[in-house]
């Protein structure tokens, strides 16, 4: 059972920049699988932030192109999520996830694994 461990996230004022990563405990799916970041506000579904597949094609919803950068290091089986111009709206509980690659990213379907989520709060 893969583990996911998010760690950075907090406190940051709108306009301003701040990232989380996300290590996995063992390589998964013989390195071929996607890895992402979701997001969830109160009382709000999860929504999807960004993947990015074996092959490094990143995808972004369209709330965040331009100002978040997803990237992955294999060697380290870790994902990172950069923010920058946060605003308030994108405040919520950050949650990496981890699958094959075989389905649509953007869907929570296509991902086996989820960290525990950690939180931003974006401060206006």
């Known amino acids: 059972q893969v583990q996911l461990t998010e760690s950075g996230g907090g406190s940051v004022q709108a306009g301003g920049s701040l990232g989380v990563s996300c290590a996995a405990s063992?390589?998964?799916?013989?390195?071929?699988?996607?890895m992402a970041w979701f997001r969830q506000a109160p009382e709000k579904d999860r929504e999807f932030v960004a993947s990015?597949?074996?092959?490094?094609?990143?995808d972004y919803a369209a709330s965040v192109k331009g100002r978040f950068t997803i990237s992955r290091d294999d060697a380290k089986n870790t994902v990172a999520l950069q923010m920058s111009s946060l605003k308030p709206d994108d405040e919520a509980v950050y949650y990496c996830?981890?699958?094959?690659?075989?389905?649509?990213?953007?869907?929570?379907?296509?991902?086996?694994?989820w960290g525990q989520g950690t939180q931003v709060i974006v401060s206006s």
């Open positions: 990015i597949s074996w092959n490094g094609i990143r």
């Open positions: 063992e390589r998964a799916f013989n390195g071929y699988g996607t």
């Open positions: 996830a981890l699958g094959p690659g075989r389905e649509d990213p953007h869907t929570r379907a296509a991902y086996y694994y």
